[in-house]
């Protein structure tokens, strides 16, 4: 099974800086089509999560674009230009190129 | 913009037997996978199962093999999850979500506790 890490477990920022998250698999992302599933989610204290970020780089509908994702093979990166208040709560990457799918532990955001 | 909303959560005795259900409405439900994930204090997120557009593409997770079945009617753009021989270690929140290897959408969730 693939395993997927990411660093830092907890992050605190202050506002309007920039935070940026890790994500790294045990085994290459790239599928059998040359598609990457690598995909970061945030979710905010009491609700589901929601993706951000698809594909490594694609940001969903409604995603600011102060939001970006990078990587490629088994190094992935999410960074927030600016952080603002809505950003609080705990990001994850997940991988859907192997199955079982699997998600790294989670950062969480905060703000200092 | 998809919607789903999950059902069927609730206070189980190990041993026991659950079934989830999952409506999914704002999109053309029939031409997609749809998956269950949960979600454990301890354990983080974790997918589950996911069941193809006719069902005949279908797998699980090796916690759950066995135990869980995923089924689906498109009659009804619903789909469910039949959990039996429930653990306590499946105490979870458990999500509906479109396009298991994309993660689309995902519903808010409905939490299932194994406990005497």
């Known amino acids: 099974d693939v395993v997927v890490t990411q660093s830092p477990l907890s992050l605190s920022v202050t506002l309007g800086q920039p935070a940026s998250i890790s994500c790294r698999s045990s085994q290459s992302l790239v599928y059998i089509t040359g598609h990457t599933y690598l995909h970061w989610f945030l979710q905010r204290p009491g609700q589901s999560p929601r993706r951000l970020i698809y594909?490594?780089?694609n940001r969903d509908s409604g995603v600011p674009d102060r939001f970006s994702g990078s990587g490629s093979g088994t190094d992935f990166t999410l960074k927030i230009d600016r952080v603002e208040a809505e950003d609080v709560g705990v990001y994850y990457c997940m991988q859907g190129t192997h199955s079982p799918f699997s998600f790294g532990p989670g950062t969480r955001l905060d703000l200092k | 913009q998809g919607l789903l909303v999950e059902s069927g959560g609730g206070l189980v005795e190990p041993g026991g037997s659950l079934r989830l259900s999952c409506a999914a409405s704002?999109?053309?439900?029939?031409?997609?996978?749809m998956a269950w994930f949960r979600q454990t204090p301890g354990q983080g997120l974790e997918w589950i199962s996911y069941?193809?557009?006719?069902?005949?593409?279908?797998l699980y997770a090796d916690s759950v093999k066995g135990r869980f079945t995923i089924s689906r009617d498109n009659t009804k753009n619903s789909f469910h999850l039949q959990m039996n021989s429930l653990k306590i270690e499946d105490t979870a929140v458990y999500y509906c979500?479109?396009?298991?290897?994309?993660?689309?959408?995902w519903g808010q969730g409905t939490l299932v506790t194994v406990s005497s």
């Open positions: 069941i193809s557009q006719t069902g005949g593409d279908i």
């Open positions: 979500a479109s396009e298991p290897r994309t993660g689309d959408y």
């Open positions: 594909q490594v780089s």
């Open positions: 704002g999109f053309d439900f029939a031409d997609h996978y």
